[in-house]
């Protein structure tokens, strides 16, 4: 072999292993620098105490901190994917959709009326003040007779609801003071207290100025044009009929605050709603309002071991003024129902019935308590006797079933006697004997176990206190109010006119047929 052959194959050898050297250099410089970038990645996404966060730090997003919402008032929002963005971390937030916006209205809507407490009346010559003691709750009861707990009583007055409620919503978990964020905007305005002022005595002119000038001044705030006020609401503790004048014949009750256009736009709560499907029931204030889920518990545990020594009975008066009233009958039938029935009089002049001890004391001792319409479709009974573990005897719809749609289940005949009486006229004598005779033990049993499972949904807690993982009469309604609005929002996001069936009557709801078969 020549030796300018052997040079050209020593040539192409260290040629090939040139190449090979620079290619296995390429690949390992490559694979260590992905393991740096990898390195690098993953660094970002854990802190020091090696919780996951995500960095956000460049977006370009106008990040609000915690307590608001991230969205401006023209975005949608969507709640099945609740992220809030705080400072370099993302965090679930439990509050989208379910933030609510105090308006701040003038003094004179609600804390002027209060102030002047002597002045407003419940139709007697009661002394109102006492009442708003304990933001709404009343006077604390300090010796029950071994009848109630030691704890969490009060003379609380069944109209008290609104001042109760705005008590309560102060204390909201989920409040903004970024009104742009809200899902929902409470009118504190003291509807009701407002109304009692002049009910008697007054002309139409002084009873409807504060509802119309309290919609001037809504309409020129900036949070009426996102909705038009339809996720606007308002708390009344009176009920909605009150606020219902078809007329303006001063002879008519009430004012027309629910007839006024940017009214009409409102959502209201109160103890009673109308037929209108813009008002909406929830519970009168009972007297029992806990501070503990463990005083509910304790309460709960005693309704079941009650011996009760009546089958039923009837806390009330009649209504002679009222000729297709049946209270004449109910009360003529417990009078005739020895030994089986325990009448407590409430007639006028009359206190048994002011006395919370009093009406705890016979409802307890009671397996039903007898709920007749009054001088409206609802009465306060109605949750005293759920309190007491009283199995409610209902003999119109209008009372509860088509009421208190968002606090009691659907299907009334899991916790209540339903006995449809439309008028005097179609009474029958015995017919409550014979009705409630006929239901075994075992039925009632359950009727009061579910009666007794409701009382956490019908009181409203200390402002200042939960009831750990139990929902009571304000989160409930706060709850079904948020959901109303929402589905105005759904109905606006899929080109709906909102203003379809957002304040039609319905006085289907109050007819005998429609709750015959327990729907």
Known sequence: MTKSKLDDMLMVVSNRYRCNHQLWFTLTSSFIFCIILLC???????????????????????IKPLGNAI???????????????QEDSVVIDTCLGRYVYIHHIPSRFNQDLISHCESITRGTDKDMCPYLKNQGFG???????????????????????????????????????????????????????????????????????????LMKWLVQQPEWGKMQGRDHFLVAGRISWDFRRQTDNESDWGSKLRFLPESNNMSMLSIEASSWKNDYAIPY???????????????????RVQKRKYLFSFAGAPRPEYQSSIRG????????STNLCK?????????????????????????????????????????????????????????????????????????????????????????????????????????????????????????RSKLGTLEDAFDIAVKGILGRIEGVRSLIREGEDPSFGFADRDDYKFTFSHFEDGA
């Not at 969205?71 to 963005?85: E, F, G, L, Q």
């Not at 009958?329 to 005739?336: A, K, P, T, V």
């Open 343 to 463: 009448l407590l009089d409430c007639n006028y002049g009359a206190i048994n019935c002011d006395n919370p001890v009093n009406v705890m004391r016979v409802f307890r001792d009671s397996v039903f308590c007898l709920q007749p319409v009054g001088d409206s479709y609802t009465r306060r009974s109605i949750f005293d006797a759920i309190l007491a573990g009283c199995i409610p005897v209902f003999f119109n719809p209008g009372s509860a079933y088509s009421q208190y749609i968002w606090h009691l289940p659907k299907n009334h005949t899991k916790y209540s006697v339903y006995i449809p009486v439309e008028s005097v006229d179609d009474w029958k004598a015995g017919i409550i004997n014979k009705t409630l005779l006929e239901i075994s033990d075992e039925k009632i049993l359950a009727l009061r176990e579910e009666v007794i499972n409701l009382i956490p949904r019908i009181v409203y807690v200390d402002s």
């Open 71 to 85: 969205a401006s008032s023209d975005t949608d929002y969507d709640i099945s994917n609740p992220v809030k963005h």
């Open 329 to 336: 009958n109910i009360i003529e039938e417990c009078q005739s």
């Open 285 to 303: 204030p009972t007297c029992f309002h806990p501070s503990k889920e463990k005083d509910v518990s304790l309460w709960q545990k005693l309704m």
């Open 139 to 213: 006077p604390r009861i300090q010796d029950s007779d071994l009848v109630l707990l030691n704890n969490g009583w009060f003379t609380t007055n069944q109209f008290m609801l609104e001042v109760i409620f705005h008590s309560k919503m102060k204390s909201y978990e989920c409040l903004t003071k970024d009104s742009s964020v809200a899902s929902a905007v409470y009118v504190p305005f003291y509807a009701g207290i407002d109304m009692s002022l002049y009910l008697w005595g007054y002309n139409i002119t002084v009873r409807d100025s504060s509802g119309i000038n």
């Open 40 to 62: 690098f990645d993953y660094s970002a996404l854990y802190n020091s105490d090696n919780s996951f966060t995500l960095d956000v730090t460049n977006t370009n997003t106008n």
